[in-house]
């Protein structure tokens, strides 16, 4: 986490905010964060796991069905994890083109090595180049001078998007189609979890995120703030809460605070103001969209949207 980013966040806590959001997604991953999210992806509630790799499977080949065939492509994969949801297209795009880049960005180590193994194991010899750094680095045009000569996908799987604001994610697929603008055959893809509606009810998102292991989560997430931040947010005085947001359109996640309590700042030991039983600290937000919605996020890109058959997950394509 930022220096800068956690100064801001410090000085809310000093200014007694009432509800503090960690605008970072990356926090929660830190430290054995990669490995609990791991275990949420097998259980049964969990309908995101499953409903992402029922539209991979269902729609890979369609989704790879893009750019000049006669060239090599480059896939970029944002935040890849383990790169294991990556293999399909990996391998449509292996048969089409004239040869394929795996570059997986991902600020964690563990998941850059697993998926270093993953991509090894599957595909021998594909030329694997990784960046253990964040998906920023991609985020200025001369990042793509080494494969200008070929066409690129740049995936960001795991509905990650759903963890940003709405003006983050704004900014960040403009930011993409900027760059785009000026590199032909060259798209960003998007996995999104759908808003409720008649096919998909609000407990289904509901039941999803409440269960042990997300819980475990949003303990070790408050542990994370606590540690980088460098507060001493006390665990035994929060209670954990978790609910579908409809003016957000979003399920959030936060901890309480169930009595009056004063944090420090623990390197100089100095009092952050007290923060009244009720604060909030979000553990995480996690935003679902409509199909209308991802059209209107890029009025003047080319934008094609795959679904499930259930409209549970949801892909769109943006290209300038
Ligand atoms: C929801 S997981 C998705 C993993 C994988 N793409 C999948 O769909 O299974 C998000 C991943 O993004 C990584 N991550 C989060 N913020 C990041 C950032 N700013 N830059 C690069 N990676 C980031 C995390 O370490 C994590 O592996």
């Not at 275990?39 to 989704?63: F, N, P, T, V």
């Not at 880049?101 to 180590?109: E, L, M, N, W």
């Not at 995936?155 to 994610?169: A, H, K, P, R, W």
């Not at 909030?280 to 003047?300: A, G, L, P």
Request: one cysteine or more; aromatic letters at 12%; glycine letters at 4%.
């Amino acid at each position: 986490m930022e220096y800068i980013e956690a100064e801001n966040l410090r000085q809310q806590l000093a200014d007694g905010v009432e509800n503090l959001w960690i605008p970072s997604p990356k926090l929660k991953y830190y430290e054995t964060g990669s490995e609990l999210l791991e275990i949420i992806l097998s259980d049964e509630k969990y309908y995101l796991a499953r409903k992402e790799q029922e539209l991979i499977d269902l729609h890979y080949r369609s989704i790879m069905d893009f750019g000049d065939y006669s060239c090599k492509h480059t896939i970029i994969d944002l935040g890849s994890g383990s790169g294991k949801k990556t293999l399909p297209f990996l391998k449509e795009a292996l048969e089409r083109f004239q040869g394929v880049y795996y570059v997986p960005i991902d600020t964690a180590q563990s998941a850059i090595d697993l998926c270093h193994k993953n991509v090894e194991t599957e595909f021998p010899g594909l030329p694997v180049i990784s960046y253990t750094d964040s998906w920023e680095i991609c985020m200025k045009s001369d990042f793509y001078n080494r494969f200008r000569d070929t066409n690129i996908t740049v995936f960001l799987l795991g509905s990650t998007i759903g963890n940003f604001s709405e003006s983050e994610s704004l900014a960040f697929i403009s930011k993409f189609m900027d760059i785009f603008s000026s590199i032909e055959n060259s798209r960003l893809v998007v996995i999104f979890d759908s808003a409720p509606s008649e096919h998909k009810s609000v407990e289904v998102i509901e039941d999803a995120y409440n269960s042990e292991a997300m819980e475990k989560i949003d303990w070790h997430m408050i542990k994370m703030i606590n540690k980088y931040l460098e507060i001493d947010i006390p665990l035994d005085k929060l209670k954990r809460c978790s609910e579908f947001d409809h003016s957000q359109k979003a399920l959030v996640r936060w901890m309480e605070l169930t009595e009056d309590c004063t944090i420090s700042y623990t390197p100089k030991n100095q009092k952050l103001k007290l923060l009244r039983k009720g604060t909030r600290i979000q553990t995480e937000i996690s935003r679902k969209y409509s199909q209308e919605d991802i059209v209107m996020m890029q009025k003047n890109a080319l934008t094609k949207i795959w679904m499930t058959p259930d409209y549970y997950y949801m892909c769109a394509a943006f290209q300038p």
